[in-house]
């Protein structure tokens, strides 16, 4: 399974970004899509995730209410839309597909590359 995020870049606070995950290959036994993000210094985090056949969500409390996780089977990607978009938000951001819908890094077994996220005061 490879997976290609896609969408950062540099935005004001208040902004706005949505984020891509381009899914292909051998996707059997795939069940979920996670966002997670890691600024410099700093753990990775959870983000949000997806289940990909029923579309079951989870998200991080510090992105509720303005981050929204989706997918379109049909494409094979996955998005994460990101709104009202604070100085916190700055990070690299990775997407991974893994077999069940989970919070933490070590539940996925694929990742793709980090896409950058900048968001200014």
């Known amino acids: 399974v490879q997976l290609q995020a896609s969408g950062g870049g540099l935005v004001q606070a208040g902004g706005s970004l949505r984020l891509s995950c381009a899914v292909s290959?051998?996707?059997?036994?795939?069940?979920?899509v996670g966002w997670f993000r890691q600024a410099p210094g700093k753990e990775r985090e959870f983000v949000a995730a997806i289940s990909w056949s029923g579309g079951h969500t989870s998200s991080a409390d510090s992105v509720k209410g303005r981050f929204t996780i989706s997918r379109d089977t049909a494409k094979n990607t996955g998005y994460l839309q990101m709104n009202s978009l604070k100085p916190e938000d700055t990070a690299a951001y990775f997407c991974?597909?893994?077999?069940?819908?989970?919070?933490?890094?070590?539940?996925?077994?694929?990742w793709g590359q980090g896409t950058q996220v900048t968001v200014s005061s």
């Open positions: 290959g051998c996707m059997f036994g795939l069940r979920a």
């Open positions: 991974a597909a893994g077999r069940a819908l989970a919070d933490t890094p070590d539940r996925y077994n694929y």
